[in-house]
C-alpha cells in the first residue's frame, strides 16, 4: 500500500473521481475547514481538461499552484492507465478495490454518481488522516508486467469459449436422441447420414446447418488455443535477459509437479512483479486466507475471502491436488494426509485449500531463497 511521507493538511488537495464511459465525475476538497467540496463533470478520457479541473480547484481553494494533489478512483474498466497519467503529472494517485470499501449495511444504498463521488471523497479524508481500515489500495504493476499478462488470460478466455461451444453442439445433438460415447467430441465433423435419431433417420437439414457452422466456430478456437500455447512455448524456450520472469518460470519448472502452465500464471500474476514481506501478504493476495468472524466466546469460519487474484486462486488449487499425487514425500503432502486424509470428501476439499495455501508461500520462498521445499523432489 502507498505510504504518505507527509502529513496532509489543509495544503494538500484531495482529488476523488468517479469514472464512467461517457462522463466522470470529480469531486475536490482540502479535507479541512475550506468550505463544501467542489463537484465538476467533465468529458472520460480528457486529461487537458482534468489538467485545468485541478489548476481551478487549486484556486478555488486558495492553494498554491505547486501544491501537492493525491486523488482517488476505483479499479475497473479503466485499468491503470489514470493511474499512470496522474503519477506523470506529479499527482499521488490510488487505486482502491472497490470490494474493500466499507458501505452501510443497515441502510438503503442510495445510489448516483454524485453520491458515490461524495462518499469517495470523504473516505479519501480519512485515508489521507492515516486512518486505516478505510480500504485497500492496489498494487498497481508496470506496463512491462502488465503487457505479459495478456497471454495467459486470452488463452484462459478462449479456453472458456471452447468450452462453451462444445456445450452448444452437445445440446445440439441432445435434441435429437444422439450422443458420443467417447469423451469430447471427435476433430472431424461426421457427415450427416452418420448421425441418426432416436428413430434412425438422419438429422434435419437445418439443425445440421447450425451444427456445421457451430464446428467451423470450434475449428477456429481450437487453431487460436494451439496458436497461443506455441507462443507461449517459443517465450519460454527463448533466452531474452531482458525478460524478468523466464528464470523464474524455469525454477519453478524445475519442481516435480509443477507444469508449464503453473509455472507461467504463479510468475506473470504473482511473483514477477509483487514485493511480499511476508507470508501474510503472500495469502492475502490469492485470497486463500480465512474469514474469521468471533465474538465473545462465539467463533465462526467464513471461509476464504477471495479477495486476490482469481486466475491464480483457481490454479492454486489444482497445483495442490497435483502436488499430492507428485510429491507424496514431501512435508506438506504428508500434513495434508495426517490431517485431512482420514475424513470425509468434503474435509478433504476444505483441506486442499489449506494445503495451497501452504504451497503458495513455500513456493514463494523457494523462489526467494532457493531453498527447495521441505521434501519435494526435483525433476530429473
Given at each position: ?112 454518481d454524485r453520491l458515490d463521488t461524495q462518499a ?261
Amino acid at each position: 500500500m502507498p505510504t504518505l511521507t507527509t502529513r496532509p493538511s489543509s495544503e494538500t488537495l484531495l482529488l476523488a473521481l468517479d469514472l464512467g464511459n461517457k462522463m466522470w465525475k470529480l469531486g475536490f476538497t482540502v479535507g479541512g475547514p475550506g468550505g463544501p467540496p467542489r463537484i465538476r463533470t467533465m468529458p472520460a478520457r480528457d486529461l487537458r481538461c482534468l489538467r485545468n479541473e485541478i489548476a481551478v480547484a487549486k484556486k478555488r481553494f486558495r492553494l498554491s499552484d505547486d501544491a501537492p494533489v493525491m486523488s482517488c478512483y476505483e479499479a475497473g474498466r479503466d485499468g491503470f492507465w489514470l493511474h499512470r497519467a496522474l503519477t506523470s503529472i506529479g499527482v499521488t494517485s490510488l487505486v482502491v478495490d472497490s470490494a474493500s470499501i466499507e458501505r452501510n449495511s443497515r441502510a438503503r444504498q442510495v445510489k448516483s454518481d454524485r453520491l458515490d463521488t461524495q462518499a469517495l471523497l470523504n473516505k479519501l479524508c480519512r485515508h489521507a488522516a492515516r486512518e486505516r481500515g478505510v480500504w485497500s489500495v492496489i498494487n498497481v504493476p508496470s506496463v512491462d508486467d502488465e503487457d505479459r499478462r495478456q497471454l495467459h488470460r486470452e488463452l484462459f478466455t478462449i479456453k472458456r469459449e471452447h468450452t462453451r461451444a462444445i456445450n452448444r453442439i452437445k445440446g445440439l445433438l441432445a435434441l435429437y436422441g444422439i450422443g458420443f460415447e467417447s469423451r469430447g467430441l471427435p476433430r472431424l465433423m461426421p457427415p450427416q447420414t452418420e448421425l441418426r435419431m432416436w428413430n434412425g433417420t438422419s438429422i434435419p437439414n437445418a439443425a445440421y446447418a447450425r451444427l456445421v457452422r457451430e464446428w467451423s466456430r470450434l475449428t477456429l478456437v481450437r487453431r487460436e488455443i494451439k496458436a497461443l500455447v506455441n507462443e507461449r512455448r517459443a517465450l519460454l524456450e527463448a533466452d531474452d535477459p531482458t525478460d524478468p520472469t523466464l528464470p523464474m518460470v524455469r525454477k519453478l519448472l524445475a519442481l516435480r509437479a509443477v507444469g508449464e502452465v503453473s509455472a507461467w500464471i504463479y510468475t506473470t500474476e504473482f511473483f514477477a512483479w509483487r514485493q511480499f514481506r511476508n507470508r501474510r501478504q503472500v495469502g492475502a493476495a490469492a485470497g486463500l486466507c480465512s474469514t474469521l468472524r468471533s465474538s465473545g466466546d462465539m467463533r465462526r469460519e467464513g471461509g476464504i475471502s477471495k479477495a486476490g487474484n482469481r486466475f491464480l486462486r483457481a490454479l492454486a488449487i489444482e497445483l495442490a491436488w497435483s502436488w499430492l499425487r507428485y510429491q507424496p514425500q514431501s512435508a506438506l503432502a504428508k500434513w495434508y494426509r495426517d490431517r485431512f486424509g482420514s475424513g470425509g470428501a468434503r474435509l478433504r476439499r476444505v483441506g486442499i485449500v489449506a494445503l495451497a495455501r501452504k504451497l503458495l508461500i513455500a513456493l514463494w520462498h523457494y523462489l526467494e531463497t532457493g531453498v527447495v521445499p521441505e521434501g519435494a523432489v526435483l525433476k530429473a
